[in-house]
């Protein structure tokens, strides 16, 4: 009976070798390779590689799963990354490979990274508010409007008396 098992073992086609515990993620804005445990979502590993990243290189939209001869496969934020296998490579997707350019870039603005007080961990950096000229041209006229808007109610309110005997006087 033992002899039946060991020959089964021995006859048996080799089993596939079991998937990497991670998932390798090519960065090119980086040059690097960024790993990850299997099951990390997608929209995760693009704000760690994101946080990697240098002042001025463009911002990770997504990743994608790429083979020569084969259409990419895009992973939405939600996604669970995964290896396609033999020939499947994981690389991040930016804005520059659109070929919208360096012009279309430029709107998205890094913070330098900078250190906690004890030096332990990043500090947490807030994106710049975008508070601009016309931002408050906007605001300023928006309480023009409401100032307009107020002041013709009131008047029309003051005036509606008169209005109701004008019109009773007609009747």
Request: charged fraction near 20%; aromatic fraction near 10%.
């Amino acid at each position: 009976m033992a002899e039946q098992e060991e020959d089964s073992k021995v006859n048996s086609p080799p089993s596939p070798p079991p998937p990497p515990p991670f998932l390798e993620v090519i960065c090119k804005s980086l040059g690097k390779t960024s790993r990850f445990a299997a099951g990390t979502k997608a929209g995760f590993a693009v704000s760690l590689i994101n946080r990697k990243l240098d002042v001025g290189a463009p911002f990770v939209l997504h990743i994608e799963a790429v083979k020569d001869g084969e259409e990419p496969i895009s992973f939405g934020p939600d996604a669970v990354l995964v290896d396609y296998g033999n020939g499947w490579k994981l690389q991040t997707f930016s804005v520059l490979d659109y070929g919208a350019g360096v012009r279309q870039a430029e709107h998205f603005q890094r913070i330098p990274k900078q250190q906690s007080s004890d030096g332990s961990r990043p500090a947490t950096t807030a994106t710049n508010p975008g508070i601009s000229f016309l931002y408050m041209a906007k605001i300023l006229v928006a309480f023009v409007l409401l100032f307009v808007l107020g002041a013709s109610f009131t008047l029309a309110l003051e005036n509606l008396p008169r209005l109701i005997l004008f019109i009773n006087s007609f009747m």
